[in-house]
Each structure stands twice: as C-alpha cells, then as structure tokens.
C-alpha cells in the first residue's frame, strides 16, 4: 500500500481544521457518523472527481436554494463536508479547469490565456481567437497520481476541452467522442453511462476518474422540457418575463437533469461496493449570470435567447461555486466548512488524502491539513476573463477587491451577507484598508499575461463559437 501512517494521521489533522464554533453547529450530525465505517487507512483510494460546468451555487439545495434541483447531491452533501465558501479562479470553463487540474493560477498554466497585450474586440481580432493551451510540463492530478500507481480516466461532456491541452497523455483513457448536441456535446445521460462502464471496468488498482457534466451551459435546452406551468411559476416567483421565466427554469430543470446521472453514477459505485471507500469531489467550475447585473442577449444555438452568462463579470453569481468533498469512509460526515477556499484547493487535497507529498509550487492548500494562517486572512485570487479588458481579483475574509489591470480601475465589494453576494462599498470603506487590498494585490500577481507556447486550432475555436463564446 502506498498510503501508510502518514494517511491516519492527516485524517486526525482533517478533524483538527474544523472549529469549534463549527462543531458546535453540527453537533447533531456527529451521532451519525458514530455508527460509520472507520476509515481504512491499508487502502488507496478511488478518487473521483465530478466537475460541473456552469453551476451556481446558489442554485442548488445545500446552498439554500428554493426549487428543487439537486436531490442526489444533496444526498451526497450529508454524507460528506460542504465547502460554503469557494471561489473559482476564473468566469468561464478553460482557465477555470485548468486550475481545478494544476492548482495554479490561470497566469500560469495559460489554458484559455489571451496574447500579451490584447483587448476584447468583435470577432475580427485574430490574436484573441488565438487562445492558449495549457503548458504541459505543470504536474497534474492525473500525473501526480500515475507516478504512485493510479489508473487514470477521464470521461468529458465537451470535445472542446481537450483542445486547449487540459487533458495531456498521462490519462490511462479519455473519452471525449462528440455527442448529438448541436455543438457535439454530450447530455448527462451519455456522460453517466460512459462513467458508469469504465467504473466496471476498472482494474483492481486505485483509480482516479474525472467526470465532466455540461448539461447547464448555454444553450438552455433541458432534456426534460419545461411545463407551461413551471414557466408561470419562475414569471410569478423570480419577477421576470415569460421568455426570461423559460430560460431560467430551463437552466434549472438541466441541473435537475445532470442532478438525477449523478445519482445513476453514484448508485454504481454503491453497487460495486466502492462509495464508502472512495474520494468523492463534485466542484463546478463557474457560475453562471442569469440577468443579474445586465440585461444583454444573445441567441445561442436552438435556443431563443439567453443571458450574457459567464466569461465577462467577477461578480459572486460567477465565482461562487458549490464543492462538496465525501471523503473515505464518511469521516466528517455532514459537516459544513464556512472558510474561503479555492477551486485550486482540489488537487492539495487529493494528494493529501491520498498519501502524496504536495509541489511546493501548489497555489491551493489541502483542506485536510492545518491552516497556515488564520480563517480570515487567506487569500483567494480570480482572473482572465474572456471578454473585455484584463481584470484580476484578490479575495480576504469578506472583502473583495477587483483591478482592471489595463485602465488601473478598481471596485471593492463587500460578501458579508449570508448568501455570499456582492456589495459595492468603494466608497465607504477607509483608505488604509483599500491601500492593504492594493498591496496584497501587487505581491500576489503573477504579473500581465506571458505568451503560452502553444495555441489552440480552428477546430477547437468552432466548438467554442457553438457554444456561445465568439460573438
């Protein structure tokens, strides 16, 4: 076995992160986990990792959302921890995943980089179609588990992805074959029963499986329609037109969809005896806009309409993801972690459950391992958009400050309310505090954007257009 002592005692560090205020909440949860399977420190784990693509977390039930959208998520949230609190390192999918993978900064692994000195355009700029792919020599999920014996496998909604370099050689198998869709994009159905047959097929050795889920992305077109009904339901609710009414529950009834394969995929781990044991992550990559802050439109594929979506904004309806982490054997099972964490926090914590020693290089901590610092100073840091000018965003406790790194423009945003949203207070807070923000800010960047080595092709760009990127 490669996992040893080193294992049993970063599961007694993992119990050791939660705070007492925080036990105290939760109390009731812990005569639950009395009665659980004890973690079996002899045995690798399967590590899966579930990566939703274009989920707020605040449409989802663990987060307090009204509507029922994610039952067998939230199944899954009581048998593990939920992370209240994450940022994503990016608005949209490619530098987003990218970081998932490296837990490094955008900046840094270039998946999804705009060429030096760039600026949004109509479809015109050639340099901004050029986007970069990933480098390939940053250590990886997937390389760092092959050199302690893991199997790789990856299972992907989009053939886009592949394109920008995020998925490179050290995968034992990725199965990214176009779907039906109209952009060749696979539904969760499809995604399900591909994961579902390499889990039976999986060697006896540990396994390490991504899976990626696409179904909420533009364009809003649910494999389940949307009733009359439930469209005068959203109108009457959400204060919005019929046509916004049936993107909205469309959006939702996708999650729903996605929501009800997740369960399938789970329930064949259960099958095969392999849930308790295993590592299960589920993190979206981004959120999504649903006409919070613009009223902008655009037609997209099949669908009529839909908001301006992702990519341009750093507001918390983008960079608010959902992360829900069952780790082996329900240790801390039922618990909810309110510190600020990162997307890049994924791979810190898989080596960590996993035996492995951590790149000194890593930008995200294991959430299994003490705290370097106190829960109020860590930093958390977004960049890249897509669209307009480069802007970069440095997150501490509450307080978010956003630097538009081409105009020197700059906005901070208060998340102290309880469901983590953006509130502008540049003109109220003083200026000592914004000049910390401004300095922390200029000892974190990894300076403007360095030219990737490798661009992605044509093909890429016209998968990317389809789904609503290149206007």
């Known amino acids: 076995a490669f996992r040893t002592k080193r294992n049993r005692l970063a599961m007694r560090r993992h119990r050791a992160t939660f705070g007492a205020a925080t036990l105290l909440a939760l109390s009731h ?50 048998d593990g921890v939920v992370y209240e609190r994450t940022i994503s390192p990016a608005p949209w999918t490619v530098p987003a995943f990218g970081s998932i993978l490296t837990s490094t900064y955008p ?8 060429p030096p000195g760039s600026v949004f355009v109509p479809s015109g700029n050639v340099d901004w179609l050029a986007l970069g792919k990933m480098d390939p020599t940053l250590p990886s999920i997937a390389s760092l588990l092959r050199e302690q014996g893991w199997r790789n496998y990856a299972v992907l909604a989009s053939p886009a992805l592949r394109g ?36 039976e097929s999986a060697p006896t050795e540990p396994f390490f499986l991504l899976v990626h889920y696409i179904d909420p992305h533009a364009p809003y077109d649910p494999a389940s329609p949307v009733s009359d009904h439930e469209i005068k339901q959203y109108t009457k609710r959400e204060s919005l ?15 729903r969809d996605m929501d009800r394969e997740i369960g399938r995929l789970l329930d064949s781990l259960r099958a095969k005896d392999q849930y308790t044991h295993s590592l299960i992550l589920v993190i979206a990559d981004h959120g999504e806009e649903l006409w919070d802050r613009d009223n902008r439109e655009k037609v997209v594929g099949p669908t009529v309409m839909t908001p301006v979506a992702h990519g341009h904004s750093f507001f918390q309806e983008l960079l608010h993801v959902p992360f829900i982490i069952k780790y082996p054997g329900l240790e801390h099972k039922g618990m909810r972690e309110a510190r600020l964490s990162s997307s890049m926090d994924v791979l810190p914590t898989i080596l960590d459950v996993a035996g492995i020693d951590a790149p000194t290089h890593l930008r995200g901590v294991s959430l299994v391992a003490p705290e370097a610092e106190p829960a109020g100073d860590r930093l958390v840091i977004s960049e890249h958009p897509i669209y307009k000018t480069n802007r970069k965003v440095l997150i501490q406790g509450t307080l978010k400050y956003i630097r538009d790194t081409t105009t020197g423009a700059e906005h901070f945003m208060d998340l102290a309310s309880i469901d983590f949203t953006d509130k502008d207070v540049t003109a109220e807070i003083p200026d000592a505090r914004k000049q910390q923000m401004r300095q922390l800010m200029d000892q974190t960047l990894t300076g403007e954007a360095s030219a990737p080595g490798q661009f992605v092709d044509q093909k890429t760009m016209d998968q990317m257009r389809a789904l609503g990127y290149l206007e």
């Open 107 to 114: 900046s840094e692994h270039h998946a999804g980089e705009r």
């Open 29 to 78: 949860s812990l005569v639950a986990c009395s009665n659980t399977e004890p973690f079996d420190a002899r045995t690798e784990p399967n590590i899966i990792l579930i990566v939703l693509d274009t989920v707020r977390a605040d449409h989802l039930g663990m987060y307090g959302y009204g509507w029922d959208t994610s039952p067998n998520l939230d199944a899954l949230a009581t």
């Open 164 to 199: 920008f370099g995020l998925f490179p050689d050290t995968f034992d198998h990725i199965d990214d074959l176009p779907g039906s869709d109209f952009s060749g994009l696979r539904r969760a159905t499809t995604v399900t029963d591909t994961a579902i047959a390499v889990i």
């Open 241 to 255: 037109s019929p046509t916004r009414s049936l993107a909205f529950a469309s959006y939702d009834q996708e999650i």
